[in-house]
């Protein structure tokens, strides 16, 4: 595995950047505190090709290999995660899925808008089903050329604002995560009845909602994939996603490290400023060393997916050991802060609070410990 960015990707990381501290980074803080993103920062990143970035271009995408779209993520999660996170779920688990398992009739319908302008969302979890994603009980009954789906949804990201809607409902009761199928809904169907914003402690500016599905109508030829094959949908999808939930984790604590290092380099006490003192420069070797470790790890597991080798244990690596690294590096650049991480004025207050979820959402730290040793017990360990 070659490590250096090639020239394209250089390009790429370039354009994204400047992009981000232009246009996003001075409004990242208040996204937080009303609690939304707008609409026009989507736009901008749209675009640029941001939304169709893992689309090939003969289907108007700009077809980013996984190494590309982990840079791109993570210098969006640097100045907002709350927007890296709608981008991630967009392209990872919205928009790919609808080309990799999409009839051509269902790309012609549906890519053009989602690389275009679109916001996707993945509906996957339910009250009663979140780390037991096969336990998932709203139903989608069959009527001739038509499924009624009937349940509720909830956690689902961008689910305000999204044009098109990924939903996972069982088709046959008894068979278990072998009776799932997947779904694309639009937006304004009768009987998708979306709810209020969840009033989350941190990535503010993404909206999380519930879904309520009241005899939803949705016509046979939406359906994505094969009956039955709506679980496998979900977990292969979930293998890409993870590896960009954990670019966004390394975005987020790269930049809470930087807050750190300027801080420390500013704040004096006992006659220096703080950097100095080696109580707080091992709290930076530390930080640097668990940035390095996860970068490898999201490099890795991206590789092997451009590669096409499997990933599924790599991308839960990846996930788990960044996300965790982004909850400690947070904690840590608020402890060197002192008193003044503690108050909404310093950065690191927002980076600590959207940090914590990552260990949370597309799989916990317990659910991706468990796919990392099925794996190993399975295929033994990785080399
Ligand atoms: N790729 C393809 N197929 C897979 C797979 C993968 N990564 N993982 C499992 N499968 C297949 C298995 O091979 C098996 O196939 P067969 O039926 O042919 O044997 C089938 O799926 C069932 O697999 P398991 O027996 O392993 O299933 P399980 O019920 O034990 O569950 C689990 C496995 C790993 C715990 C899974 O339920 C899981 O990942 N849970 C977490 C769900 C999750 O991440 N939810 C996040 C929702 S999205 C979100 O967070 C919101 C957002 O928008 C950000």
Known sequence: MNLDLTEDQRQVRDAVR??????????????????????????????????????????????????????????????????????????????????????????????????????????????????????IASIAVRQGDTYVLNGSKNWVTNGQQAGVYLIFARTEKAAGSRGLSAFIVERGAAGLVVGNPEDKMGLRGSDTVSLSLEDLRVPLEQRLGEEGEGFKIAMSMLDAGRIGVGAQALGVMRAAFDEAVRYAQLRMAFGQPIAKIQAVQWKFAEMERRIQCARLLIQQAAWLKDVGQPYTREAAMAKLYASEAATWVTHQAIQVHGGYGYVKEYAVERFYRDARVMEIYEGTSEIQRLVIARGLLKDGAAV
């Open 18 to 135: 400047g992009l981000c501290e232009r246009e996003f980074a001075p409004f990242a803080p208040r996204w937080d505190r009303e609690g939304i993103v707008p609409r026009d920062a989507v736009s901008k990143l749209a675009e640029q090709g941001f939304l169709g970035m893992a689309i090939p271009e003969e289907w108007g995408g700009v077809g980013y290999d996984s190494r590309t779209i982990v840079v791109v993520l993570e210098e969006i999660a640097r100045v907002s995660a709350a927007l890296a996170i709608m981008i991630a779920v967009h392209n990872s688990v919205g928009a790919l899925p609808v080309f990799r398992f999409g009839t051509d009739a269902q790309r012609r319908r549906f890519l053009p808008r989602l690389v275009s302008r679109e916001l996707a969302a993945f509906s996957l979890s339910e009250p009663g089903a979140g780390s037991d994603a096969a336990a």
